[in-house]
């Protein structure tokens, strides 16, 4: 039996990528405490193990650079000591740098070349690793993969991780799957909350919500945006998922795509929430927030309207 949810998610994305060696430490504590500034409930502590390419089959998370298993209970434990509920969420990269997304492989086994039915087994090891983690530290909410796109199709093998997940998870489960794709995964059925990344063009706001919201009604299950948010740049604000953008450092910017954002998904009943992108483990300093061009919000005026929407919606 799925769960029924119906809070709201005041959120903020954590410690990415999970590098060895940056949390648990005083500056990752600071972070944090930082963090709660903004009057969030919920942080998705988000790390990365690292495929060396979109066709490897083994994904080696005990590895550097990912985080150490005691980073990872340090994180979580340190999110609860400030009050906040907690999303673990792993994540598959490619060490070559190709983005998640591509990781693909023949929809047909053929002998001799890397398979699904590989990659899922080593997959499943990865987040029923991660699973477990999260069980022993109650933590509220798993995400069980992020932006996948090629593998949103594998219907049978989500269905097949997801309920050995839930033998050794007994909290929340979601998938974040990548913008413009929620209406093509077809087994939302099996997970309790729908997630995405809301990293929509900011005069697009309302067709886009309009085409989510038909997705979500249809499926009955309660929404979120497991990823949304701009960085502080020129341009941004119409490809605010484009982290390579040219343009100078706009803290306008960031600030109108927020006040944009957060004005559209206020009129739909069914939106829970959000974990913005992202707060990394270790901050900038504030006297450079005017300089800094990335997602983060720290010290930026965005940073301000992110504080007084959260605190509305507590």
Known sequence: MLKPWNEHVNGMTWGWTGVRGTWASPEAEHSMSEMTKLNVNWVAIALAANQETPQSTVIPYWNEPTVTDNEVLWAIREAKRHGLKVCLKPVVNCANGTWRAHINFFDDEVPGEPSWAEWFRSYRTFIKHYAAIAEAEGCEMLCIGCEMVQTDKRDKEWRALIAEVREIYSGLITYNCDKYQEERVTWWDAVDIISSSGYYPIDQWEAQLDRIEAAVKSWDKPFFFMEAGCPSREGSAVRPNDWSLPGGPSELEQKRYYEAMFEACS??????????????????????AANNDDYCMYGKIAAAVISQHYAGTV
Do not use: C, F, I, V
């Open 267 to 288: 009129k739909r009943e069914w939106m829970q929430g959000y974990m913005l992108w992202d707060w990394p483990a270790r901050l900038y300093e504030s006297e450079e």
